[in-house]
Nanobody, 114 residues
């Protein structure tokens, strides 16, 4: 499985960005996709996940601001990020897990700064 993330960039505090991730290859009908992020000098942390059935999970720090969604027919996943804060600055990684193996895409940088 290959994952291609896009949509990062520079945004001012309070602004919005939308990240997208496209999965290709041997996609299982039962899987979990998600976003993790890693800020400079910090560990990689969970942002949000979504199952193939549509169940979602969010880190407390992004609840109410970020929305994860997916199109299972197209094998794509999005992360709508609103009211961005400087502490959201990080490299964001999309992931895919089919309960046999976990895959990671290359990260996309999100910088929140005035």
């Amino acid at each position: 499985v290959q994952l291609q993330a896009s949509g990062g960039g520079l945004v001012q505090p309070g602004g919005s960005l939308r990240l997208s991730c496209a999965a290709s290859g041997s996609i299982s009908s039962i899987n979990i996709m998600g976003w993790y992020r890693q800020a400079p000098g910090k560990q990689r942390d969970l942002v949000a996940t979504i199952t193939s059935g549509g169940s979602t999970n969010y880190a407390d720090s992004v609840k109410g601001r970020f929305t994860i969604s997916r199109d299972t027919a197209k094998n794509t996943m999005d992360l709508q990020m609103n009211n961005l804060k400087p502490e959201d600055t990080a490299v964001y990684y999309c992931t895919y897990d089919d309960f046999r193996r976990n895959y990671w895409g290359r990260g996309t940088l999100v910088t929140v700064s005035s």
